[in-house]
Each structure stands twice: as structure tokens, then as C-alpha cells.
């Protein structure tokens, strides 16, 4: 085929098959999903780490596997271990107005004695109006009274009812398969948390099971859990992590020292998800060795490259890049035949080795954008072969920028 511009290349709508240079993860990738594994992403940053997790996700929507919410339900024997319920996604509503109208009819009396209490209180008001020869004032007091207790109620005896309702701790879509991102989390946000309550005794706490927060090893729960920077999860992070993706299921139990919350713990809550670290190779000397063992053993590790060979398949693989860079910008026009080859330079330039192109497409990308940027500039219909040169001038990091005015100087 003849490439004029980017204006009719095709590209895939899944995102498994929009990732280039990198056919060996990519395959590694579809195991993964299929076979539910663990996943261990190596490589330098902007090669399509957390695009092929996100694509891990999609395969597994795709294969249409139910999608579970997970519900903390009082535990009438003992409060401070909340019961857990999971349920698939499109029944929870229905399982909670259930649960409602259980609940209200447990307060059934509660809701008589207070009509009664109305009835009552009006008809004092209509005997005290009779007897004391048309005083409204007695009426009025008792409609006063009327409405002072129905607040009362309102607010008790919903508060009341509501704090003993389910909480829903994980929601999903029906049709959304879980991909969460924990990259960076603390252990409170990985593992689930208890919240404080200041108000402990006295009758006016929260019950224990409305205080949990599921943690990101909750929410992944049938899908992807992605961790990127795997270094910087501290040990005991990990080890937990590890106890996790063994056990599938991870109690919630309060974590800050001191507080309230330490006294809960959840029942099990499940946490069966396909586990995806990504890091660069230093990080791969802070993991712990046990996690990293578990991986492998039930799943793989995956350098991504770095540079692909520059033949032809390859070259309009990265002008599908461009393509795709295009389309999820919005902004950006198509490219010219000239800007094109121009890129395609560049990233053969950028790879630093003969008869090959970069892999590092999170900047390759960057100087697209710059050149969409400057052809919206000139009001162009296309990206031009100039509006390239100019972007490669001004995607210079600031350290070849020093080097710059260094080189002139001399
Ligand atoms: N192999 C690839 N194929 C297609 N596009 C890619 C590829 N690698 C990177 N990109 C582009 O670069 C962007 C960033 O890639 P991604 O976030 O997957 O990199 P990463 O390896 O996770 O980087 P980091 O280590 O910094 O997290 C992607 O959204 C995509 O636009
Ligand atoms: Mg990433």
C-alpha cells in the first residue's frame, strides 16, 4: 500500500494489538489474562508498561467473566468483626432494598408508638380547644409538639436504621472489569483501612462494619491490581502483598496505631486478582525475594525492549503509532507523507543503533504532540516536515538545552 498520509491508516480498536515492538510481552500478555498469572513488567519507561496491564484488563472483559461488589453487613454477635458479603455487581441493589425494607420493619413498633404519639398530642389540642372556649393557643402547642417529635424522629430512627445497613465497600460496573492502579500507595490504601471514631461509647458510635475502606487489593478483586514503581513498596507492603495473592482473601483491620480502628477486623475479604508489577531493573533489587519468587512461580517476568528492528513491518507499526497518538490526542492533524518520514528518522536516531527505531514511545509521542501543536499554529490542514524539525528543537530536555548553549558558545 501507498502511504500518502496518516489520514487512512487503520489501526486496531484493542489495545492489546496497538502496542508495538514489544511481541514477546504482548504474548506473555494474552497468557497472562487467559490463564489468570502474575505478571512482572521490566523496562525503560515509556515502552508500553502499563499500556500492556491496562490490555491485560481489556482481554479479561472481553472473556466476559461476572463482576463482584463486595458489601460489610453487622455482625450482631460480635461488632467488631463485620461480616462480608460479595455479590455479582447487578444484584447488589437489589440485595440493599432488601436489606431496607428488613430493616424497617425491625423498627415496625418504633413507628407505632410514634403515630400514636401524634394521634394523641392532636387530639389533646382539639379536647384543650373545646374546653377552653376557642384558645387556638393549646392547638397550636400541640401541632408544635407534633412537629418538634416528627423531626425527632426523622433523624433518629433513619440514623439509626441507616448505620445498620450493609456498606458497599468495592462497587463496580457489571461490565467494567477492575483495573487499579496502585502505584505508589500507602499501606492503608493497599491493604484497607478502619476509620477512627471519635465517638466510641455512649451509644452514638458508628457501628464497626460502616467504618471499613477497602483497600486496592479489595477493589481489584476478579481483576487487574497494577503496581508500578515496584521499589518503592516498602517490605512490609510486600509482605503482606504476598500473603495476599497466597491466602486470595485479606482481612481489614484498622491501621493507624492508637486509633479506634484497631480494635476491628473484617471477616476475609476476597482479593483474588491477576497481580502486575512493573519497574525498571534497579527496582528489581528492592523486592522482596519471597514476592518475586511467588511470581515466578506462577507467572512470568518480562523485559520490554527498548528499540525494535527497522524493517518494513515494523515501520508501519510506528506509523500506526502516529496514527494512534493522533487519535487520542483529538488535536492533532494528520501527518504528511514528508512528516512522516521525518519521525520515522527520528526514531531510528533515538534508538542509537543502526537498522533499528526506539521503543521509548512516551516521548516519541511527545514530539508528535509538539508538531500537532505548532501545525494548529500555522492553521496547516497537515502536520508538516517542518513543524517536526521545529518540535525536535523544542522537545529538548533541559539538559541538552544546556548543552546547546554550551555547544554555540564554543
Ligand atoms: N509499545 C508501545 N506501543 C504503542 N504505544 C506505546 C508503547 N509504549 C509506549 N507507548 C505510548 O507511550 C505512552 C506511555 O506508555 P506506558 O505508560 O505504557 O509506558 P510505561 O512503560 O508504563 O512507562 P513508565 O515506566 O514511565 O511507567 C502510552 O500511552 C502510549 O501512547
Ligand atoms: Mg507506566
Redesign the pocket.
Known sequence: MKILTTNNIKISNQLID?????EHAVRIAKLVAKQRRFLLLI?E???????LAQAVAEILEQEKYPIYDILSIPNKEDPFLPLIKVLPSQETEKYLSNFKKKLEKSFLFEKYLFYVIYFTSFFVGIFLYIIYKGNINYFLLSIAFIIIVFLIQKSTLKNVGNAYLPKVLVKNQPDKVPFIDATGSQLANLLGDVRHDPYQSGGIETPPHQLLEAGAIHRAHKGVLYI?EVSTLSVEAQQNLLSAIQEKKFAITGRTPGSSGTMVRSQPVPCDFILIL?GNIEDLQNMHPALRSRIRGYGYEVL?NTRMPKNKENTYRLIQ?IK??IQ?DDKIKDFSFEAIVELLKEAHKRSNQKNYYT?K??EL?GLIRIAGDLSSLDNSPLVLRKHIKEAKIMALSIEEQLQRIQNEKT
Request: glycine share 20%.
Open positions: 496497538q502496542i508495538i515492538g514489544q523496562g519507561p515509556g515502552t508500553g508498561k502499563s499500556m508500578d512493573a520490554t503509532f494512534r497518538e487520542i521503543l514511545l512516551r509521542g
